[in-house]
């Protein structure tokens, strides 16, 4: 599925005075009353054109990175015209601007920043470093996401995430698989974040990562009881496996190629349904999906194999009983075709006197 | 105990989503029932007894059901084949 950009959270400004930005060395040079600007975006655009006169090319509320380019044409051009196109876009619905490379921004710039509180940030970056970690950085944090109500577990590598109603069991089976040498990423809540690709990442809230809470025993850590490699803390969701409670009539998958798909912001997922019921072994159920998943990331898919061997069986039984039949039934079937022609004939013979009926007979 | 022989009607026989269908339609009912063909018989709600029959197009089927609800199971049963399983052919 494609990723449509409506859905980007919208940020401040502010966002970008973040630690994780550091290597940027961001220094907000003016406009600081204007830091609860929106971006809507995660994209940035250089105004260069927008400089040119060309304002229809400024995309409303997005990053403006300004490097040694823009800065030279603007000096190039006289100081009046100069004065207006920096107005002019300083004017649109610019987010931020950001002046890479450790320029001094134009006193033109910085002076209608300040006017019309337009946050302005200078950084010693190049501008392609610059666009690299801004965008990066505004895509995470822009991204789609939702609290899911489940568990999130790498079994084999792949990333399981299991739904069930509360009080199906979600947290066993986690703990489970754990004990199996599985890792968590979390357990109750997952907090799931779309990525471009198709990628859904799931992770834990900075509170609960890596506990989990069982009934009758309360809330465990599972890095504390089980060691450092037991839990990781994202994984990107491949599986989603639901617990159900197992109701009679109720229709399984019981070949495995119904292809069935969960979606979750927008992105499928391959789903599987596994009905509970005393003496099934959850874990093993949920590590065995995962293993016949990653069978079929390595191009071999089991059940259709099975099916595609099944329907070859089948048309080889058909032929060989079609042949047997062609040698051995004729006579009966002549025979018993024969019979019921006699028969009705006779019939017709003995109980009709009609005189066309009569004519037909030797 | 009830018994019926019913034959294949569609194209491609009991494979694999026919035999999906077919043992949905048998795990409905309480009777046990049972799918004879020449000398192999199997449970009508094993998926893997029934796709073990191979039955193509033209060959019969022994029904056998036994319980409180066989004659509705047979029948449930014979109607989907005579549907031929509500394939598209």
């Known amino acids: 599925m494609t990723q449509s950009i409506e859905d980007f959270i919208q940020t401040p400004v502010q966002t970008l005075i973040s630690p994780e930005l550091d290597d940027l060395q961001l220094k907000l040079i003016t406009g600081s009353d204007g830091l609860d600007r929106v971006i809507r975006r995660p994209r940035v655009q250089k105004p260069g054109l927008a400089f040119a006169g060309y304002y229809e090319y400024i995309k409303q509320w997005r990053v403006q990175i300004i490097g040694e380019s823009e800065t030279k044409y603007l000096q190039s051009l006289p100081p009046r015209l100069r004065e207006k196109r920096v107005r002019d876009v300083t004017g649109l619905d610019v987010s931020c601007f950001i002046v890479t490379k ?14 019309r509180s337009v946050p302005l940030f200078s950084t010693t970056a ?78 834990s809230s900075d509170l609960l990562r890596h506990h989990m809470e069982l009934r009758g025993i309360g809330i465990i850590n599972i890095k504390d009881l089980f060691g450092v490699a037991s839990t990781r803390d994202m994984k990107p969701i491949d599986l ?12 399984y998958d019981r070949l495995g190629i119904s292809g069935e798909t969960y979606e979750c912001l927008g992105v499928s997922k ?21 293993r016949n998943y990653l069978m079929k990331l390595q191009g071999y898919h089991s059940a259709e194999e099975f099916v595609r061997r099944q329907a070859e069986q089948v048309a080889r039984q058909t032929r060989i009983e079609e042949t047997a039949a062609r040698r051995a039934m004729p006579p009966l079937n002549a025979e018993a075709q024969l019979s019921s022609e006699l028969r009705s004939q006779l019939s017709r013979h003995l109980f009709s006197g009609e005189p066309g009926e009569q004519k037909r007979k030797p | ?11 491609l026989g009991l494979h694999a989503r026919a035999a999906a ?11 046990s029932i049972k799918v004879r063909k020449g000398s192999e018989e199997v449970d009508a709600k094993s998926i893997l007894g029934i796709l073990l029959l191979a039955a193509g197009r033209g060959s019969v089927i022994t029904l056998t059901a036994d319980g409180e609800d066989e004659m509705d199971a047979v029948a449930a049963i014979q109607n989907l084949v005579d549907a031929k399983f509500d394939e598209v052919e």
Do not use: Q
């Open chain 1, 102 to 115: 450790g320029i001094t921004p134009l006193d033109d710039l910085r002076v209608e920043c300040e006017k």
């Open chain 1, 126 to 203: 190049m501008s392609s470093h610059t666009i690299n970690r801004v965008s990066n950085f505004l895509e995470e944090s822009m991204a789609p996401r939702l609290t899911l109500h489940s568990g999130l577990l790498d079994v084999y590598g792949i990333g399981v995430l299991l739904l069930g109603d509360s009080g199906i069991g979600k947290s066993e089976c986690a703990l489970d698989l754990v004990y199996r040498g599985h890792r968590l990423i979390a357990d109750d809540m997952v907090i799931v974040r779309r990525h471009p690709n198709d990628v859904l990442l799931g992770y």
């Open chain 1, 240 to 251: 989603v496996v639901k617990l159900e409670k197992w109701v009679d009539g109720t229709e």
């Open chain 1, 270 to 290: 391959p789903y599987v349904r596994l009905p509970v019921a005393s003496g099934r072994n959850l874990a093993l159920l949920v590590e065995i999906a995962a």
């Open chain 2, 1 to 11: 105990m009830f018994t019926k022989d019913i034959e294949i009607k569609n194209k």
């Open chain 2, 21 to 31: 269908k077919l043992v949905h339609a048998a795990a409905k009912y309480r009777s």
